[in-house]
């Protein structure tokens, strides 16, 4: 028969035991995320393009980041969501589809990156972004819009927005 104080140790050690057991990493299905984060994305665009306000916000998480293809683009939720607001209103949204995707997750299965090529109203543009696992569902914690370049315009590209970036430049070094 086991003392209190041996009793209390192997009950202890037991606790700690099932308590490190379940803070395992579980292996997760990443064919199956994957696929969830597939509709997740690609349902996020459908709202855009259905100028659904409620919806496409509701793909962000509540602290998430949209970061813009302008320089000056870049808002926390409630910013982006002041500035969206009227493009949704008047149904003058835009309307991505996804035309190649990577996904990738970390090991915890709770946090996912992507990239994609998009077929946009300005031609081919990359998303890119940051995906949290918040319950069973994922929400988008950053999101980056970009435009592509081809690599033979660039310095075509460079001569149109120099004196308007050389301006923010300036702008932001001083800070």
Known sequence: ??????????????????FLLSCQ??????????????TTLDSFNEAAAKSDFNAYMNFF?????FIGTDATENWHKKDFME????????????NFKSIGRHIYFDKTGT???????????????????VLTKH??????QQYVLSMTIPNDNIDSVIKIKTAIE??????????
Not at 61 to 65: E, G, I, K, Q, T
């Open 1 to 18: 028969m086991l003392s209190n104080s041996k009793f209390s140790q192997y009950l202890f050690s037991l606790v700690i035991t099932f």
């Open 25 to 38: 990493n579980n292996p997760i299905n990443t064919e199956e995320e994957r696929k969830i984060i597939i």
């Open 61 to 65: 998480a509540d602290d998430a980041v």
């Open 83 to 94: 500035w969206a607001k009227p493009y949704f209103d008047k149904g003058e949204t835009w």
């Open 111 to 129: 946090v996912a990156w992507f990239d994609e090529l998009l077929n946009t109203q300005m031609k081919i543009c990359r998303g890119s972004g």
């Open 135 to 140: 319950a069973n569902e994922w929400k988008i």
């Open 166 to 175: 050389d301006s923010i430049i300036k702008s932001l070094i001083k800070k």
